[in-house]
């Protein structure tokens, strides 16, 4: 008795201190989490690396650290489903991955020269020309993005354009076919200074729907007044230019709001697609009012292609598209030949149809009639590029999980094989994509073998002895694999490119549980020569331990996951830890197909970074990282009919596999995750009491504020209410005993977790009594970048586990 009053006093003390300050008490200084982990995060991050597309040579890039919360709180814009940042007209600072550092190094003879660069340098989508002598990179300056370009062979680089690129949109260039130059996206350069909002409001804000029917995802970041509108087409705007080596700059066409443009492999056309107005305050820019058209170097319009009005009437299902042309393209193998897709389902997967898509081709000068490429009883998914005979089309089904992949005959029309068919979730069925090439206009194309009888694959070789990359052969003729060559199995060695045309000679990159991922040039059946030198980034890890844990479900399901421990660990001598289950559920159609185990950690390199939960081995805890949380909808059930039932069996299977190994006792496991991992979290804690204590980030809890569907959920709140309920933590708060840490980022950008999701939630848990932490991290996205937010997120982490799980007393028996 004892010890139930002193777990009841722990948690009354805890509650009252909540309850006598309001949500938000005050801002604290941010907290530095215990060594060695600040030591880790602040190592300098292991360089990137691009090759060359004539294969000789290796762009060895630096990489910039955690950004600072003051970088992280740079003035940002957030317009149409994009953030940027004004100063720049690029992505805002919390969406950059920026380089800081380059250097060249020869394949052959391992010599390595260092481009000298700008004191400060900060540079972003390096990029090889076609003929693999000059790399073209986005330069960071004072007012904007400049375009560079570094000479391979002299390691010189230079500016050859000034502060224009517009990357608002992403993509701030793209090479001509012939190396001269780039095709880049500049601002308009008579645009003048930025709107001013108006701070007095010339009237209401109003938005009316007349019948039709507008079933939208919970999208963030969208426009939201007249002010947005300006804004938008003020920053997004911009002007296509042909930029030389030399500098020299000519427009192209005229401005506009262009979202994505590409030249064809002749260097004659441009295939640009455009927003315009009125935009949309229901959907992202992506679902604008569009224009696909293609154009001359003149500027002069050849074809337009699609000019379709906002897509704010779609249906919410997976595999609802737009009406009319999509995913338009080149043909990567001839010089001007246009594809696209087009539904024949009006764009909406329920309608019962033979054929749900259709791929079109169009050649240069695009006055003929298109020609059908395929008719496809799924969705069009991609189309991977080779010869003229030979093309192979992916087709989809999000239902059912189907997955084809088709050969066709580009220039014969009609010849059409089906080379596989699969789940594609079945990791044992997937036997690789196709290894790629650069051809001399710079498209990718697959890589044939000499014969011209088969095409190289890579393939990911998984299997129940684990993940083992491969370098294959598939038949054109009847698709059958033939593995040629894989690393030893302790090794991870994944094929990069093919240096030959036998696929004799090959660049991989390898990595073992012990070695730090490098480059290195393979010889089939013979020695590796290692031409990268990279350094374990965190060797204070190098002594953690990792096992894949095998186990099942009540109803007979197959669940793994990976067990890690401290570095000096000894279960005999130690006793039981600890521990963290770390997981994100998994919706899957087949039982088998969930049911795969595959060890995807024996022969990988293991170091955490950022917010990773595996820096808690540090402090003494163990982690049982990606235990399978699958929820299965078998012969066309859906899944989350008996999503909690089934997540609660799953949690069940995993605590009672780490108890009996004896690395944990069930009074000290917590159970933690970030997005639908924590949305996991808060619902074991509600409808179970397997677990001290939770970690939940960036998590919706309600699913009333996500109506029209959410993660693998096609049916909306009205279709399947119950469900909605039933699966929505919130509803069920009352009965959330242990002790919750909620994090989020206060600006995230992830459609359907904002952050009001975890401030409802920590009020809702609060007025029942509940033991909860909330912590919002300003300026910080879906996942946290900044370097306080990250420390403080490690310290938040660690402190929450210290107080309610590594010294939490044993609980006292049912009915004491």
Known sequence: MRLRFLNGGIAALSLCAVLATPAFAQAVKYQTPPAPIPQILDAPPTPQVSLSRDKRTLAIYGREG???????????????????????????????????????????????????????????QARWSPDGKTLAFAMEAPNGLELWVADAATAKARRVFGARLNATFGSAFEWLPDSSGVLAYATVESRGPAPVENPTPEGPLVQESLGKSGAVRTFEDLLTSPYDDQLFAYYFSGQLVRVGLDGAARNVGTPGLIEDYSVSPDGRWVLVSRLKPPFSHLVPSYRFPTEIAVMDFDGHEARRLADRPAAESMSSAFDAVVTGPRDAEWRSDTPATLVWAEAQDGGEPGHKVAIHDRVLMQDAPFTAAPRTLIDLPERFSGITWGRGDFALVTARWWKTRHERRIAVNPDRPGDNRVLLERNYQDQFADPGRPMLEANASGHAVMQFTRDAKSVFLSGPGASPTGEHPNLARMNLADGKVTVVWKGPDAWYDLPVALLDPDGKRLLTRNESAAEAPNYFVQQVGGKARQITAFKDPAPQFAGVTKQLVAYQRADGVQLSGTLYLPAGYDAKRDGPLPLLMWAYPTEFTDAKVAGQVVDKTANRFTRPTGISPLFLLTQGYAVLDGPSMPIIGANGAEPNDTYVQQLVADAQAAVDKVVAMGVTDRDHIAVGGHSYGAFMTANLLAHSELFRAGIARSGAYNRTLTPFGFQAEQRTYWQATDVYTQMSPFTFAPQVKAPILLIHGGADDNDGTFPIQSERFYAALKGNGATVRYVVLPNEAHGYRGRESTFQTQWEMVNWLDRWVKHAPARAAKGQ
Request: hydrophobic share 40%; glycine share 10%.
């Open 66 to 124: 955690l950004p600072s919360i003051a970088a992280m709180s740079a003035p940002m814009l957030r317009l149409g489903g994009h953030r940027i940042n004004p100063r720049t007209n690029g992505q805002a600072e919390g969406r950059m991955n920026w380089l800081n550092a380059l250097s060249f190094e020869d394949i052959e003879t391992g010599k390595t020269r260092t481009v000298d660069l700008p004191a400060g340098a900060r540079f972003t």
